[in-house]
């Protein structure tokens, strides 16, 4: 990566009508680029850090708009360089319209570089890059939250201490192969063992949040599989609380996959309605149970719908495609059985 010293600019917030837009601007040119466009009762370059000011954009004898401009000097800056925020109304036009004039003497910043930015200039280490975009993307309360932790430097401590341990060990290491004259005593061997044991399951946990963080991330995915007709359009739609999936009596109903997500205890669930598992009757067919296969593989945990007349052999084929351990066996329609019954099925 490249890390180049000209100023950019670009708008910040999501295109659409809002109460203000921000248009950021970062580089050694920032303050003097928005003070050739920017009227107010001081120049920008006469104030110190950490200031707002209001004032007018004008573009020669034209108003533009009235705004607010925030002034950062480098290095106390999300990028590490002098940056101006210039916070306008919410109109897409009059965002545009400032973003144009800044652009006559400066450049339009490609996605993620002021972030970038942040990084070169160690404002930021890439665990907190990361949870920049995990913020922005993060869709419910435990998402958030470990977005958040993340990009306080929680994962960065942690592989930070790692790396003293392992580091500390290394140059016991070395120190004997280097100077074995010199008689240095390495740590006794059961500590020295036990001291790369504690190591490696510190980095076993460490590596289990990654999954879970994934989870977080993009959800717990969840796959309802079973044969035609069994019910799974109607569990998917009381998950759901509404009518997404239409339910007829007639197998084969559902040809493609459907998929949506609902927060459950802050966590993110993502839900698939899966064609029956069967012999497709077209091509068409053919392609909806293809992609089933697809989500089936790559989901977290199944839900084998069944109304207790499935043939053994549709979930033995479905245990050769995922771990057991996924398979959660659901009885539906138990309304048709017995007690009795039930407890056999």
């Known amino acids: 990566m490249d890390y180049k010293t000209d100023t950019i600019c670009a708008i910040s917030t999501p295109p659409g009508t809002a ?3 921000v248009i950021r601007v970062s580089g050694p040119q920032a303050i003097s680029a928005v003070d050739h466009i920017f009227q107010g009762k001081r120049p920008l370059k006469e104030l110190s850090s950490h200031k707002v000011v209001y004032g007018r954009i004008v573009d020669k004898a034209e108003i533009i708009d009235e705004v607010c401009a925030s002034i950062f000097r480098n290095p106390h800056s999300y990028t590490g360089e002098d940056v101006v925020e210039i916070s306008c109304h919410g109109n897409t036009f009059i965002a545009n319209r400032i973003l144009e004039l800044l652009l006559r003497k400066l450049r339009l910043a490609e996605p993620g570089e002021f972030t970038q930015r942040a990084f070169f200039n160690n404002k930021l280490d890439l665990t907190q890059v990361e949870a920049v ?8 309360k435990k998402s958030h939250r470990a977005a958040m932790e993340q990009l306080q430097g929680s994962l960065h401590k942690k592989i930070t201490a790692l790396l003293e341990r392992i580091t500390a060990l290394r140059i016991q290491f070395e120190l004997e192969i280097d100077f074995p004259e010199q008689d240095n005593e ?7 063992l036990q001291n790369f044991q504690e190591i490696g399951n510190d980095l076993s946990e460490l590596a289990k949040t990654g999954d879970e963080g994934v989870i977080l991330k993009e959800g717990l995915k969840i796959c309802l599989v079973g044969a035609p007709n069994v019910g799974k359009s109607s569990i998917f739609n009381t998950f759901l609380d509404s009518e997404r999936a239409i339910v007829t009596p007639e197998p084969g109903t559902t040809r493609d996959y459907l998929e949506e997500a609902i927060s459950l205890n802050g966590y993110l669930i993502r839900i698939f309605d899966t064609a029956g598992i069967r012999e497709a009757a077209d091509q068409v067919e053919e ?8 989500i089936i593989r790559n989901s977290h945990k199944i839900l084998f719908i069944t109304d207790g007349k499935e043939n053994q052999e549709e979930l033995q084929n479905l245990m050769k495609i995922v ?13 048709l059985f017995s007690a009795t019954e039930i407890t056999f099925l």
């Open 133 to 140: 975009g995990d913020l922005l993307q993060a869709r419910t």
């Open 323 to 335: 771990d057991p351990q996924k398979i959660i066996k659901v009885l539906n329609k138990s309304d």
């Open 186 to 192: 390495l740590t006794d061997q059961n500590e020295l």
């Open 19 to 21: 109460g203000i837009a």
């Open 287 to 294: 392609m909806g149970i293809k992609k089933s296969y697809d």
